[in-house]
């Protein structure tokens, strides 16, 4: 499979995954919560068997070959394969639910994220989607003026203005800073935030 095709899948669904099953380059992606709950439901149903779960399964989540027929593979790698599906979903398994969870948590700390989360917080027009199609550019320019509309809502309130404001911290202006003697040091920065090329961390109010 070519470079676009995996760049459209993973833009179309996020994660997947891929599989070699006999001859057959499979790939699948994770079941969302609500394609789980039905897989559930149809599991207590007198109608459904174990083999009829796992179709439904493979149906919700191979995305490519489109419309394969996974009739054309064991039924033994039918039921590994779904189970696999469960598994990387982390709907069946604690540990790597946590670790999904631990690993989003420090994404969340890159530059662009906390960008898209600041302006979330303050204009509620905006989808993170949305805010994944701007430029860095257009992106600054919403975190700036999601810093000027709370300047504004104080006011309007009657409190003071607390200049909140993102800042970025230069990791070469702050090393030279550190040569030259320059007392004015920024906070220090939490090694375990410097996830982000573009700059070693965002911290938080000025």
């Known amino acids: 499979m070519d470079a ?28 969302t919560f609500k394609e789980y709950d039905k897989i ?10 174990s083999a009829d779960i796992e179709d439904v399964i493979l149906q ?4 490519y070959p489109e419309d394969f027929d996974v009739n054309k593979i064991p039924p ?14 982390a709907l069946t398994s604690v540990s790597l639910a946590k670790s999904i969870l631990d690993t989003k948590r420090q994404e969340v700390n890159q530059v662009k994220n906390l960008m898209k989360a600041f302006v979330l917080a303050t204009i509620n027009s905006y989808t993170p989607e949305q805010l994944d199609e701007m430029t860095f550019t257009q992106l600054s320019y919403n975190v700036a003026l999601s810093e000027k509309i709370i300047e504004i809502k104080q006011g309007i309130n009657g409190i003071q203005s607390t200049s909140l ?42």
């Open 165 to 206: 404001s993102l800042q970025l911290v230069d990791p070469n202006a702050q090393q030279s800073n550190q040569q030259s003697g320059n007392n004015n040091k920024p906070p220090a920065i939490d090694e375990n935030l410097n996830f982000d090329p573009i700059a070693m961390k965002l911290w938080g109010a000025a």
């Open 60 to 63: 919700y989540a191979l995305v």
């Open 4 to 31: 676009e095709k995996i760049f459209e899948l993973k833009s179309k669904y996020g994660n997947i995954y891929s599989i070699k099953v006999k001859n057959y380059n499979l790939i699948f992606r994770e079941l």
């Open 40 to 49: 559930l439901y149809l599991k207590d149903l007198e109608e459904y068997s």
């Open 76 to 89: 033994g790698n039918i039921s590994s394969l779904a189970q696999n599906v469960l598994d990387q979903s």
